[in-house]
């Protein structure tokens, strides 16, 4: 069981390119989302999926698009980078949809580390 | 925005002590999670708590949810090496929804042999 999977887990950028992350789930679950964490900021929430064709818009999606075309899969794009976006990126899902409900648990890919120069 | 205010920001104990961390706000949560995380990896789910008052433990650790629903609180007891790590809180219901958590900035832990 894979869990969550973040691809590339490492990547430099130069100003105005585009990268789309990659994020795959192998536990059938309807909830993913994107987050970034950036030092003295904690997590904050960019964009979120309850289900295939389904997004919406979190704290800070401003820079980034999102698709939902399969349950599994929940790709972050940057169509132009900036260097405000140089950060870490989480990707995370949860079964039964809300993660703030309890007994959902929601887990956590490793991280994807991005820095735009 | 809702805002979740942890403190301490930074925590240096020795091996067998005791500590609490705290995550306030001024705005209710439906629930309230605690996450730990450590280097080069995605935050892990450590408890969700969701009635005001409620306590859950968990080995040497004990979460507290606030009456209010508005704080919660971590305590550990006899804290070992292993508990070092960065612990984050969340709260669910973030404008209404809980399908958007709030997190907290967190407090660095580490715990000296």
């Known amino acids: 069981n894979a869990g969550v999977t973040q691809t590339p887990k490492f990547q430099v950028l130069k100003t105005g390119q585009s990268m789309t992350l990659q994020c795959a789930q192998d536990?059938?679950?309807?909830?993913m989302s994107w987050y970034r964490q950036d030092p003295g900021m904690g997590l904050r929430l960019i964009h979120y999926?309850?289900?295939?064709?389904?997004?919406d818009q979190g704290e800070v999606p401003n820079g980034y698009n999102v698709s939902r075309s399969t349950t599994e899969d929940f790709p972050l794009r940057l169509l132009s980078a900036a260097p405000s976006q140089t950060s870490v990126y989480f990707c995370?899902?949860?079964?039964?949809?809300?993660?703030?409900?309890?007994?959902?648990?929601?887990?956590f890919g490793e991280g994807s580390w991005l820095t735009v120069v | 925005t809702q805002l979740l205010e942890q403190s301490p920001q930074f925590l240096s104990i020795q091996e067998g002590e005791n500590l609490t961390v705290y995550c306030n706000s001024s705005?209710?949560?439906?629930?309230l999670q605690w996450y730990r995380q450590e280097p080069g990896e995605g935050p892990v789910l450590l408890v969700t708590?969701?009635?005001?008052?409620e306590v859950k433990k968990l080995k040497r650790l004990t979460f507290q949810f606030g009456d209010a629903r508005k704080d919660s609180s971590l305590h550990i007891t006899a804290a070992q090496p292993g508990d070092t790590g960065l612990y984050l809180c969340?709260?669910?219901?973030?404008?209404?929804?809980?399908?958007?958590?709030?997190f907290g900035k967190g407090t660095l832990l580490t715990v000296n042999p």
């Open positions: 995370a899902s949860s079964y039964g949809g809300a993660p703030g409900v309890a007994g959902n648990t929601i887990y």
């Open positions: 999926s309850v289900g295939a064709g389904i997004t």
């Open positions: 536990m059938n679950h309807e909830y």
């Open positions: 969340a709260g669910g219901g973030s404008g209404g929804s809980n399908y958007k958590l709030t």
């Open positions: 705005s209710v949560f439906s629930s």
């Open positions: 708590v969701v009635t005001g008052g």
